[in-house]
């Protein structure tokens, strides 16, 4: 799982997009968003330079968030 701090995070299309493009590398992707924190979590098989490149590939900042162990 990898969790992602996504600053333009504002609304549903944003949402909308960002899932797309995170589709687009990995067809099983799951998605949740905090759209309060502007964050995203995402559970995938890709590399996570894969998945930041594929956010700012589409137009958004993106900076993993570290997990606490446990």
Do not use: N
């Not at 909308?16 to 995170?22: D, E, H, I, Q």
């Not at 502007?38 to 996570?48: H, Q, Y």
């Not at 594929?54 to 162990?69: E, M, T």
């Amino acid at each position: 799982m990898h969790l992602f701090h996504v600053p333009d995070l504002k609304c549903g299309g944003c949402l909308g997009f960002v899932v797309r493009a995170l589709w687009d590398i990995d067809q099983t992707v799951r998605v949740t968003a905090d759209m309060s924190a502007r964050t995203l979590r995402v559970i995938s098989a890709r590399l996570e330079s894969a998945l930041l490149r594929a956010l700012r590939d589409a137009g958004y900042a993106a900076d993993p968030v570290l997990l606490p162990w446990g």
